[in-house]
């Protein structure tokens, strides 16, 4: 396997041009409280007030939910025919259920699609009925509302091809989103919040306008969504409501799913420090859940799907780091996830992590003492303000590997490609 590898420093102008990607040092500076308008306008006075987000699943199931502005049912009509004339389009319906219950008289609605064709395009759109009344043997309904249609390209390609987006560390500055978005060019097939997107969540008001409506921006720009914790979506009044108002895989916060070529496995890293800190307040049990990860990872890189992929990438906030000389105290957090994923990264032969947390960009190449391990490149993301704020991107092909993290400004501050 060959690698090409490129850090852009102080001459990012000049090189990027070489890359083909104009340089935009001189761009206008971008409109910050526009941007963040334009997300916050996704939410609706109507009976449906946050509109459709997108959450990917796996194989041939896609997760969707939506909020409504008092207690109501929900589905999803769905399909993958054409548009040409919608009256005679097979609408196929998806729900929510639960211990056999259909989810509703709640304002939260769901529905998860199975199987739909993954390597075809999707549209659908969110039904909503207020509940008037709840009786044990009758309900009443109100008059129904249905959203607009969200179409979603396909997910998977047959030539092995996949691109995705990697946010990180956004800390509830919305207007990222708008702004970094298209300098990461197009065909991206979905996007991941790789944590700290949300900065201690307190109230429904902050989950709403810092993670649920930049999910439904980004639907309403048909890019499917995979979200991952860091260590502040999990601190806060509402860290332990935030599960009520995703489509988790599994009903987890980790998972792996095979992109054209790739295998991309999503894993919790929990908190950066022990659960008897004092800050946590005697309420933290990471310590077992990250045993359970560990377990569930060690299953992962024996499967098949693991096995025959070409590349295998792992996306998780806290980031391993070799460079720490041996026997010099890290942070606990840190320290967890290179003991406990660490060797399981190197029996599966991970080719690159892409990380966050540190709030400062970086790429870590792998360990030049092998008997350590790290045999793996890790593309770290920066943080707020937006001055360095970054954007990651990788593409991937039966016969290449590409992460690029993009800076604000619309240069490329690191790119490698892996060649087979």
């Known amino acids: 396997m ?5 850090w852009l420093g102080a001459m990012a102008a000049p090189l990027v041009m070489l890359l083909g990607v104009e340089a935009t040092a001189q761009a206008p500076k971008p409109d910050e409280a526009k941007a963040r308008a334009e997300v916050l306008a996704m939410r609706s006075d109507g009976f449906i007030t ?8 796996g194989d041939d199931s896609i997760g969707v939910g939506w909020m409504t502005a008092s207690a109501g049912d929900g589905h999803v009509l769905w399909t993958q025919e054409a548009e040409e004339d919608d009256s005679k389009v097979d609408w196929k319906r998806a729900t929510s259920s639960r211990h056999g219950l259909i989810q509703a008289n709640n304002t939260i609605q769901k529905a998860v699609i199975k199987g739909y064709d993954p390597y075809k395009p999707l549209r659908f759109k969110a039904v909503s009925r207020p509940i008037e009344e709840f009786k044990p043997y009758s309900v009443k309904y109100g008059e129904p ?3 607009d249609e969200i179409k979603i390209g396909p997910t998977r390609h047959k030539d092995g091809s996949a691109s995705f987006i990697v946010f990180n560390d956004v800390h509830n500055n919305i207007h990222f989103y708008p702004i970094l978005t298209p300098l990461a060019g197009k065909k991206i097939d979905f996007m991941v919040f790789n944590g700290d997107v949300l900065q201690d969540p307190q109230t429904e008001k902050e989950v709403v306008e ?3 409506l930049p999910m439904s921006w980004f639907a309403a720009h048909s890019i499917p969504c995979f ?3 860091g260590n502040h979506e999990t ?3 509402y860290a332990r409501h935030l599960a009520d108002y995703l489509v988790l895989p599994d009903d987890q916060y980790y998972a792996a799913m095979t992109f054209g070529a790739a295998r991309v496995v999503f894993l919790d890293s929990g908190e950066d420090k022990p659960d008897t800190s004092k800050e946590y307040s005697g309420l933290n ?4 859940y990250m045993d359970e990860q560990r377990d569930w990872l060690a299953r992962e890189v024996k499967s098949q799907p693991f096995q025959d992929a070409a590349w295998r990438i792992a996306v998780q906030h806290i980031p391993p780091d070799w460079r720490i000389p041996v026997g010099k105290k ?3 957090g840190p320290e967890r996830v290179e003991k406990l994923f660490g060797p399981l990264y190197d029996k599966g032969g991970i080719t690159a992590i892409i990380a966050a947390h540190n709030h400062r960009a970086d790429v870590i190449p792998p360990c030049p003492d092998t008997s350590r391990g790290y045999q793996y490149t890790v593309f770290i993301g920066d943080a707020h303000p937006l001055a360095k704020a970054t954007i990651l991107r990788a593409d991937v092909s039966p016969k290449s590997l590409k992460i690029t993290r993009f800076q604000s400004n619309g240069s490329i501050g690191a790119e490698q490609t892996w060649n087979k």
Do not use: I
């Open 145 to 147: 509302t249905t959203s």
């Open 2 to 6: 060959r690698t090409t590898t490129r």
């Open 285 to 288: 049990d990471f310590d077992p």
């Open 227 to 229: 979200f991952l914790r």
């Open 210 to 212: 810092h993670l649920l």
């Open 50 to 57: 946050v509109p459709p987000w997108v959450q990917l699943l």
């Open 235 to 237: 601190r806060g009044a």
């Open 330 to 332: 890290k942070w606990y």
